[in-house]
């Protein structure tokens, strides 16, 4: 069975362009009931260890600068099959790629600054979930 989270971060660049609103009325309108967020800030650390299964690709360092860079929106959200369709509502990661009327293509600048992450799998959603969130943060 699929499961019925997924996780999300808004990213430092559209934070920066003031994009905070418009992406969870996005996230809102697809039907995602957000059960844990925070506004706060990774350190170079902790983006790195966010992004570890990344550390080989020649995109890693800048990644890990990018993400760091300031601060982020984190958010558990939850709907059936959260996973595949918060991928769907978010778009490719290049947003020259993106789907018209999803959130990369709206807000995101390029493939680095692509506006908002979401979690590839069941698995990974929990696992990063977790990096983020205590269970006393997250409200069913
Ligand atoms: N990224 C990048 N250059 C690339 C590919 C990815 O800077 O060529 C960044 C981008 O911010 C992306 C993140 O690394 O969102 C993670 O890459 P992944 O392939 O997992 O894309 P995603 O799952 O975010 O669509
Ligand atoms: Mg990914």
Same mark, same amino acid.
């Given at each position: 069975m699929k499961g019925n989270r997924t996780f999300t971060m808004i990213k430092p660049d559209a934070v920066k362009a003031g994009h905070i609103g418009a992406i969870l009325a996005k996230i809102n309108e697809a039907g995602f009931k957000i059960v844990a967020m925070k506004y706060t800030k990774l350190s170079a650390e902790k983006a790195g260890e966010f992004y570890a299964v990344h550390s080989a690709r020649p995109f890693y360092g800048e990644l890990v600068e990018f993400m760091s860079s300031g601060p982020i929106v984190a958010a558990i959200l939850e709907k059936d099959n959260a996973v595949e369709d918060f991928r769907d509502l *978010?778009? /490719? %990661?290049? !947003?020259?790629? /993106?789907? !018209?009327? %999803? *959130?990369r293509a709206m807000f995101a600048k390029n493939i680095g600054e692509n506006a908002i992450h979401g979690s590839d799998s069941d698995e990974n959603a929990t696992i990063e979930g977790t990096f983020h969130f205590s269970g006393t943060e997250i409200f069913a």
């Open positions: *978010i778009g /490719a %990661t290049n !947003p020259a790629d /993106a789907k !018209p009327g %999803t *959130i």
